[in-house]
């Protein structure tokens, strides 16, 4: 299947009642999106933030210092309460992570 318009940073998508805000969070990938529902108070990370951890970024393509920059200036902006659904693992929510990621310490 080929993508016809890409998502990009800023771009909102609906499905069905929910609208979903896309926020570009490479670092992972150079093209990783997140994707972020307000009123469902939700977030579609990726695999960007996992609960306890981040997403890889020794892979080709990766950037630890962009994943994390990423993380902070799209992420961690979010209200506290929202709930991260990771690409892999349990549920998590922003407030979460900010207390005990490791990854995320002094951000």
């Known amino acids: 299947m080929e993508i016809d318009v890409p998502a990009k940073d800023g771009d909102r998508l609906v499905v069905g009642a929910t609208e979903f805000h896309v926020l570009h969070t490479p670092g992972h990938t150079q093209g990783s999106i997140s994707l972020y529902a307000p ?3 939700k977030l579609v990370a990726g695999d960007t933030l996992f609960q306890g951890s981040i997403g890889r970024t ?3 393509g990766g950037d630890f210092q962009q994943i994390q920059r ?5 992420l961690l902006t979010l209200p506290e309460e929202t709930v991260v659904i990771p690409g892999h693992g349990d ?3 922003i407030g979460e992570e900010k207390e005990s990621n490791p990854f995320l ?3």
């Open 70 to 74: 990423s993380i902070q200036g799209k």
């Open 58 to 60: 020794d892979l080709p």
């Open 105 to 107: 310490q002094g951000l």
């Open 91 to 93: 549920t998590t929510t």
């Open 39 to 41: 009123t469902e108070q």
